[in-house]
């Protein structure tokens, strides 16, 4: 069974950081690109970024300069390290794994900057 299992949400001021994990379960993690996305109340679901199996990343124009997305194949685990946090960054972050198969989502979680 493919669990991906986020953490590391929470409510943050203006300014601050957080920093995500995901740690997935039941496939192969070191072939598997992995992503983050995020859904903003009342707005389609986005890329935040993506790493892929050999490294590469990849990051929307929101996110660039401020998050890095990191794995460690070793713990089954994607990061995502989120700086200069805005409140337009208030969302449910998803982690994502692709490969040439089926694609596997995570439960969520909320991230929300507020004063």
């Known amino acids: 069974q493919v669990q991906l299992v986020e953490s590391g949400g929470g409510l943050v001021q203006p300014g601050g950081s957080l920093r995500l994990s995901c740690v997935a379960s039941?496939?192969?993690?070191?072939?598997?690109?992995m992503g983050w996305y995020r859904q903003a109340p009342g707005k389609q679901r986005e890329l935040v970024a993506q790493i892929t199996s050999d490294g590469k990343t990849t990051y929307a124009d929101s996110a660039k300069g401020r998050f890095t997305i990191s794995r460690d194949n070793a713990k089954n685990t994607v990061f995502l390290q989120m700086n200069s946090l805005n409140p337009e960054d208030t969302a449910v972050y998803y982690c994502?794994?692709?490969?040439?198969?089926?694609?596997?989502w995570g439960q969520g979680t909320q991230v929300t900057v507020s004063s």
């Open positions: 994502n794994a692709g490969t040439l198969g089926p694609i596997y």
């Open positions: 039941g496939i192969l993690f070191r072939i598997y690109r």
